[in-house]
């Protein structure tokens, strides 16, 4: 019963760095998210998807680039690392829309130094 | 510019007591709000949800409030337990806009024994 599975669980990168932060999940949900959660800001959204080979973005999407492939996995990358995106980052699914439930994975811990 | 808030950061409440937590939203075409909450070094968890044609809902010791006109929704927890302690998140979704969930900022609650 894995639900959301994020990878890794923490990251340390060089300024300038690119990595892929991953995400899969085994509901068949359509709907998938992906937040970042910093100190007095809550989760704001960075890059969601209705469905395979459709995304769209978000509230904070500058310097990360999503696809979605598949039903199951909707990887984040960040394409140039700088120390403002230092934060944690949670990846969400649900079966339709956000007025569903959301499930959420463990959380990646990013520091850029 | 947030359009959802949680303007107090903290609360504080006794073992059994209610725990009051307020959010107030600005964007007028939301209609759905959740709570979600958040343990230490885990993803939120869904709480509980409203949509915008009801005023109240109920499940267990948490009830969701909703004034419409006055953009404001609580969450009560009757009675509070040390298991509640945790950071509460109020969200909001507008279904023509592709249900994207904006949050708030969060309430840490601590239920004193």
């Known amino acids: 019963n894995a639900g959301v599975t994020q990878t890794p669980k923490f990251q340390v990168l060089k300024t300038g760095q690119s990595m892929t932060l991953q995400c899969a999940q085994d509901?068949?949900?359509?709907?998938m998210s992906w937040y970042r959660q910093d100190p007095g800001m809550g989760l704001r959204l960075i890059h969601y998807?209705?469905?395979?080979?459709?995304?769209d973005q978000g509230e904070v999407p500058n310097g990360y680039n999503v696809s979605r492939s598949t039903t199951e996995d909707f990887p984040l990358r960040l394409l140039s690392a700088a120390p403002s995106q230092t934060s944690v980052y949670f990846c969400?699914?649900?079966?339709?829309?956000?007025?569903?439930?959301?499930?959420f994975g463990q959380g990646t811990r990013l520091t850029v130094v | 510019d947030q359009q959802v808030k949680q303007n107090s950061p903290s609360l504080s409440v006794q073992e059994g007591r209610i725990s009051i937590l307020n959010c107030d939203y600005t964007?007028?075409?939301?209609?759905?709000f959740l709570w979600y909450k958040k343990y230490p070094a885990e993803g939120p968890t869904f709480l509980i949800s409203?949509?915008?044609?009801?005023d109240k809902n109920e499940d267990g010791r948490f009830t969701v409030f909703l004034n419409k006109s006055a953009k404001h929704l609580s969450l009560h927890i009757v009675p509070s337990q040390p298991g509640d302690s945790a950071v509460y998140f109020c969200?909001?979704?507008?279904?023509?806009?592709?249900?994207?969930?904006?949050f708030g900022a969060g309430t840490t609650v601590t239920v004193r024994a």
């Open positions: 998807s209705v469905g395979a080979g459709i995304t």
């Open positions: 409203i949509s915008s044609i009801k």
């Open positions: 964007n007028s075409m939301f209609d759905y």
């Open positions: 969400a699914s649900s079966y339709e829309g956000a007025d569903t439930e959301a499930f």
């Open positions: 509901m068949n949900h359509e709907y």
């Open positions: 969200a909001a979704s507008e279904r023509s806009n592709d249900y994207k969930l904006s």
